[in-house]
């Protein structure tokens, strides 16, 4: 459960997790969220058949939207087997993701922190499809943050010839994270 501290702001207690939205973006529903899934074609149907509801998301437009919408996506893993090598999980992280699109490339992982966590960041292009036969050339961060029983994975996307704006907007999204 989250609590509203202003409409602009995601709030976590469960997990101790904090991030706020450009005014302009908007949070996307757990619904929302997996309707657009089902629009998205990939080599791999076990990707999407097994895509998992995000602890929270946001994007800048609603959906449908003609273009790929520059969104963020966070997810809270449990970490059953003691602590991760946030390496390692990235690794397999962009190893599952290159089963998805045939042009995939990625570079990373790199040590980085977030919201004032110990982290590795990696990035990957790519090119997604629809089930109405577009495409659209990809450009994904992903962020793998380990916690105590858990780990954060963090993903923002666009296109990879986005307006400035979108740039901006992402890395404001992923500046302003917390983690308590």
């Known amino acids: 459960m989250s609590e509203a501290v ?11 997790f904090k991030v706020t939205k ?5 949070f996307i529903c757990a619904d929302e969220y997996m309707r657009h899934v089902q629009t998205v074609t990939s080599n791999d149907e076990m990707f999407l058949r097994y895509a998992n509801v995000p602890l929270m998301s946001a994007a800048k437009y609603e959906e449908p939207h003609p273009d790929l919408n520059p969104s963020i996506k966070v997810q809270v893993k449990p970490n059953r087997s003691g602590p991760i090598n946030a390496k390692e999980m990235a690794g397999i992280l962009l190893d599952l993701m290159r089963r998805f699109a045939d042009d ?3 570079e990373g992982p790199d040590d980085c922190t977030v919201g004032g966590a110990a982290a590795v960041r990696t990035v990957a292009t790519y090119t997604m499809g629809t089930v109405d ?22 993903a923002v996307s666009r296109r990879q010839d986005a307006p400035q704006s979108d740039v901006e907007d992402l890395r404001h999204l992923v500046e302003s994270i917390c983690f308590e």
Not at 137 to 144: R, T
């Open 133 to 154: 036969g577009q495409s659209f050339p990809v450009y994904s961060e992903l962020w793998v943050v380990p916690r105590a029983s858990q780990y954060f994975l963090i």
């Open 6 to 16: 202003d409409s602009n702001e995601f709030y976590s207690p469960t997990f101790g």
């Open 22 to 26: 450009p005014g302009q973006w908007r």
């Open 104 to 106: 995939f490339a990625a």
